[in-house]
């Protein structure tokens, strides 16, 4: 048997007193101790070799990848609209100019809004002698945008904006090399697909990097910025700095979904996790504290579904398992990483708080593509799901560099009516939709909450304190073939934020809205009681602030250490 020199040196040092005596082959030699401490030199002498041969290889690999990989710059699908990336202000800038007038109940808070700001522009897709390979649209490095609203002593409120990247690990590594260096590793040639997986694993210890750009969300008095493909990253919400991971104390070490959901009358916080490897899907439960993960359980999938968020309700965790999935042996076979298959199938699994994968009941449903809930609640024997669903998916959606709506199906191209292109077999956008699951029986009911023919709605929001419990509204955003069909992308990304008092509508709704003739983004608050009304504020923002994903309002009282002076 060959023994290391470091499990050597631990079989000399620490031999157990209750274990049998070992008679070291040096121990004729009698003081070992001088030979102990040449030893544990020479230990030492390995572990900066292979520090060294690690550094060498990454640099060798570093010149292959220079060498055999071309970023392409693709800046121009994105000039001419609000997906350009903007620069970092990192002071931030007191807001002058405020058409209406801020609500005088209006809550001391922020509003803050996370979204992709690729920081080496259009840099993002590679050509090279394996083909082409590109990322997502949806991707690009985290920014924070941040309306900050406090009452000063005479009662007037101040609002200050600010930006800033989310800094994690991986874009600390691009920063300090001031390149793009991770590989684009989602769509094309499959042999560049695989080859930038694996480059960057080798090189970086990590197959893609952690973006951390699609949402946010407070538990426990803390910030968190996320993307479903890595950790939480801690934010200090006044300075918008990024703290580090949040691995729950190292007790959840895998993916964290971008939407979890605080279970209503604990507060406990319920997530879940996917990878392309097994296990596929995990749970967890993490107490109301932060401090603790208090149950992880493994769905035992046989798939992985690009599974973007679950539902709670008083008793049940809720997940959806549709047919769009990541599959590593299909990419290897020549395939698509990604893929949205419309014959697959697809269904609604439910569970108790703290059940384990037997205790999972699964419902079938008609085959769909959900990535957004609305709500979920019981109803008697039924457990009911309403999300925004679609027959087929805008991920990974068009290459960069793709012509104009050419991914776009032709019943779907601009110039034809919306309700023409309408049918049951042909419906790209996503409606409210809703689902009934009865618990006894096993069967299912399924229909639109709006009608196929109505405006197409996505990122739905409602007011988070009816989450898992039944409620009346949703705030949604509807499809706009301009300006945005310019990036030939779908949906123009704003997100709505609710906020406010006892009724479910006694609050305010704010947003970042941008206006494309004019280049000037503002932020409007409006009255959820008389919602078709004018916004009662319309403020205006010192700087672009490009489409993004989800934010939250954070009122002062629930967090820590947050003083707006």
């Keep these: 048997m060959l023994i290391s020199s470091r499990e050597l040196t631990l079989f000399l040092l620490l031999p157990s007193s209750s274990s049998p005596t070992v008679m070291s082959p040096f121990s004729q030699y009698g003081d070992r101790q001088p030979f102990l401490r040449g030893l544990q030199q020479l230990d030492f002498g390995f572990d900066v070799l292979k520090a060294a041969v690690k550094n060498t290889s990454v640099k060798l690999l570093d010149a292959f990848v220079g060498s055999a990989f071309e970023f392409v710059d693709c800046s121009s699908d994105t000039d001419q609209t609000n997906t350009a990336p903007v620069d970092e202000l990192r002071d931030a800038a007191i807001v002058t100019h405020i058409h209406g007038h801020i609500p005088t109940d209006f809550p001391q808070g922020v509003y803050i809004r996370n979204g992709p700001n690729p920081r080496f522009g259009g840099l993002k897709s590679t050509k090279s002698i394996f083909g082409k390979s590109s990322p997502m649209w949806v991707e690009g ?28 690990d991986t874009f600390k ?4 090399r001031n390149k793009p260096s991770f590989l684009p590793a989602v769509q094309g040639d499959a042999l560049a697909v695989v080859s930038s997986h694996l480059l960057n694993l080798l090189r970086f210890g990590k197959p893609s990097k952690n973006l951390s750009n699609t949402n946010v969300f407070e538990h426990s008095g803390k910030l968190y910025s996320i993307a479903e493909n890595d950790l939480p990253q801690e934010i200090d919400i006044f300075t918008l700095e990024a703290l580090g ?7 959840w070490n895998r993916p964290f979904t971008a939407h979890p959901k605080r279970a209503p009358g604990t507060g406990e916080l319920v997530t879940m996790g996917f990878a392309p490897t097994k296990p596929f899907l995990q749970v967890g439960v993490i107490s109301a504290d932060g401090n603790k993960l208090l149950h992880k359980l493994d769905l035992k999938l046989d798939r992985c579904p690009l599974s973007h968020e679950l539902g709670v309700t008083k008793r049940y965790n809720v997940f959806l398992d549709c047919p769009i999935t990541i599959d590593v042996n299909r990419l290897i076979h020549g395939g698509q990483l990604i893929k949205y298959e419309s014959e697959g199938y697809a269904r609604i699994g439910i569970m108790p708080r703290y059940g384990d994968a037997d205790s999972v009941q699964w419902f079938t449903v008609k085959p769909n593509c959900t990535f957004h809930i609305i709500n979920c609640f019981e109803d008697d024997d039924e457990v009911v799901v309403w999300g925004s669903r679609a027959l087929a998916s805008a991920i990974p959606g068009p290459q960069p560099g793709s012509k104009q709506f050419e991914w776009f199906p032709a019943t779907f191209k601009p110039g034809k009516r919306m309700e023409d292109s309408i049918s049951e077999d042909q419906l790209l956008f996503h409606r409210p939709y809703e689902w009934r699951l009865n618990v006894p029986s096993g069967d299912v009911k399924e229909r639109f909450l709006t009608g196929p023919n109505h405006f197409p709605m996505e990122f739905p929001m ?9 409620n009346k509204y949703c705030y949604t955003q509807v499809c706009h073939w301009d300006p945005s069909s310019a990036s030939a992308l779908p949906w123009r990304a704003k997100h709505w934020d609710f906020f406010g008092g006892v009724d479910e509508d006694d609050g305010w709704i704010i947003t970042f809205v941008h206006h494309q003739d004019t280049g000037i983004s503002q932020a409007y608050i409006i009255d959820a009681k008389n919602f078709l009304n004018e916004p009662v504020a319309k403020i205006t923002l010192p700087c672009r602030v490009p489409d993004g994903f989800h934010g939250a ?6 967090l820590n250490k947050i003083r707006l002076d």
């Design 173 to 176: 590594l691009e920063k300090l």
């Design 462 to 470: 409602i007011n988070e304190a009816f989450t898992g419990v039944k």
């Design 141 to 168: 490095e985290g920014m924070l945008h941040a309306l900050y609203f406090s009452t000063n002593i005479d009662g007037a409120c101040t609002v200050t904006y600010n930006n800033r990247y989310v800094e994690t």
């Design 245 to 251: 991971d949040w691995d729950v104390h190292g007790a």
């Design 553 to 558: 309002f954070i009122p002062i009282p629930r």
